[in-house]
């Protein structure tokens, strides 16, 4: 049941354009449309999502290493791990990395790879807000935005390559232009449609995971009150859309985090844990 | 000293009091709930101070008056007009790397800035050690259950 409610909303937020064309609300037509995305993304299969995933992980690595501190590192794999168990892609080799950079940012990476920086860690208040950025950063991965981003630029990144070719050949020169492409994504963002639908199902994983759901809200409320112009938050809300916008979708799911909104911040956790 | 001991519970999750306006007309309540009593009905863009927040309620300074609202009705000061300036903490970052350190400086400007992500070099040995912190669904469930999580059913958006 879940499985199917996941792929109408899949068909839904992936066909937008399509859907407001119906005239009324047509099943079979739903069904084709949840098939051909579907078919799209199954150009790019799981191994070679995840293959290419660890490529991107390890530029993003070279860029700004892991803060030396195992514990903090495990810490955050195990809130990260226990959210993606609440979803529809529970087995992928997730890993949870908390990079040593003051800007504040998240990153996810194809095939379950999510990243969040100590500036952003630094500013959090409780195990709930660190669980409501994970879950947004999940979705990505489990809705396949940067991998579908990738897919759909790839003609121009390879400039004549096949995709095809880049997916067989990981040492190969094509394959390497498709991770730079890859990464370089990171530098200039997904589309604001894909930002608010990882907002949107990831106050639900939250609270599937028995946080409270106020979490991400609480996080956007703390960056909207930062500066754009600091250098900390700068990359971060050039490709995002605004806090007050995300914060404003989110109040239409006010029902859903109120049910949620008693279920556990674990402040005391979060701040025994992120200390050196 | 009551004024201290609400400042002393606010500071676990609002490190101080922050200045927010209303984005809508909002009904200061006694109690984080909407069926609590109505202490003063606050028009919008009225100034407040956060004190503290607790769920989907945030509880507020507004003048003489202190109480509770929603806290989606709060904004915080917006991009640009809040904190001017630059807190400065990625140029202290970037003074650090190409620092004293013959290692850091030999790998280039390292960071997470669109030019720095743009030509970043693969880090395989940092990738591995990633690998090696990685919880399996076992003792996930288990860091859950110490912290009292419970696996609650939600239906996504429609």
Redesign the interface.
């Known amino acids: 049941m879940r499985r199917i409610?996941?792929l109408m909303?899949l068909g839904?937020a992936t066909s937008a354009h399509a859907q407001f064309r119906l005239p009324s609300f047509d099943i079979n037509k739903l069904v084709d449309t949840v098939k051909n995305v579907g078919k799209a993304v199954q150009d790019i299969p799981e191994p070679e999502e995840i293959e290419i995933g660890?490529?991107v992980?390890?530029?993003?690595?070279?860029?700004?290493?892991?803060v030396p501190n195992?514990g903090l590192?495990?810490y955050v794999?195990?809130?990260?791990?226990?959210l993606a168990?609440?979803t529809e892609r529970?087995d992928l080799?997730?890993?949870?990395?908390v990079?040593d950079?003051?800007?504040l940012?998240a990153f996810a990476v194809p095939g379950g790879?999510i990243f969040i920086?100590r500036?952003l860690l630094e500013r959090m208040?409780?195990?709930a807000e660190l669980a409501g950025v994970l879950a947004h950063e999940i979705v990505h991965v489990l809705q396949k935005h940067h991998l579908k981003a990738i897919q759909k630029g790839a003609k121009t990144a390879l400039a004549g390559d096949a995709l095809g070719a880049a997916l067989k050949d990981r040492g190969g020169a094509a394959r390497d232009k498709l991770i730079s492409f890859g990464?370089?994504m990171?530098?200039r963002g997904l589309d604001k449609s894909d930002e608010l639908e990882a907002d949107?199902?990831g106050v639900?994983i939250a609270?599937?995971?028995?946080?409270?759901a106020?979490g991400l809200?609480?996080v956007l409320?703390?960056l909207?009150?930062?500066?754009?112009?600091?250098?900390?938050v700068?990359?971060m809300?050039?490709t995002h859309p605004?806090?007050?916008e995300r914060?404003g979708a989110?109040?239409k799911?006010?029902a859903?985090?109120?049910a949620?909104?008693?279920?556990?911040?674990?402040?005391?956790?979060f701040?025994q844990n992120i200390k050196r | 000293m009551r004024t201290l001991l609400l400042l002393l519970l606010a500071l676990?999750?609002?490190?101080a009091a922050?200045p927010a306006t209303l984005i809508r007309a909002t009904e200061l309540k006694q109690e984080p709930a909407t069926d609590a009593a109505t202490v003063a009905t606050l028009p919008e863009n009225a100034a407040v101070e956060a004190l503290q927040?607790k769920?989907?309620?945030t509880r507020i300074k507004a003048g003489a008056s202190e109480g509770w609202v929603?806290?989606?009705a709060?904004?915080?000061?917006?991009?640009?007009e809040?904190?001017?300036?630059?807190?400065g903490?990625?140029?202290?970052?970037n003074v650090a790397r190409t620092g004293t350190s013959g290692a850091q400086v030999t790998t280039g400007a390292?960071?997470?800035?669109?030019?720095?992500?743009?030509n970043?070099?693969?880090?395989?040995a940092?990738?591995a050690?990633?690998?090696g912190?990685?919880?399996?669904?076992e003792?996930?469930?288990s860091?859950?259950a110490k912290?009292?999580?419970?696996?609650?059913?939600?239906?996504?958006?429609?």
Do not use: C
């Open positions: 409610a996941f909303l839904l660890q490529d992980a390890s530029r993003l690595l070279g860029a700004a290493p892991l195992p590192q495990r794999n195990n809130v990260g791990r226990w168990a609440q529970p080799p997730w890993r949870f990395g990079l950079a003051p800007q940012n790879t920086t500036g208040k409780s195990e990464t370089e990171y530098s949107r199902i639900v609270a599937r995971g028995g946080y409270d106020y809200p609480s409320q703390t909207q009150a930062m500066n754009a112009e600091d250098s900390g700068a990359l809300f050039k605004a806090p007050a914060l989110l109040d799911m006010q859903m985090l109120d949620h909104a008693g279920q556990p911040q674990l402040a005391d956790r701040f | 676990p999750l609002l490190a922050e927040r769920g989907g309620w929603r806290m989606l709060l904004r915080f000061g917006g991009p640009g809040a904190k001017k300036g630059d807190s903490v990625t140029q202290l970052f390292r960071g997470l800035d669109a030019d720095q992500l743009t970043a070099q693969p880090n395989p940092e990738l050690k990633m690998d912190f990685a919880a399996d669904a003792a996930a469930a860091f859950a912290g009292k999580l419970s696996a609650t059913a939600v239906e996504y958006p429609k």
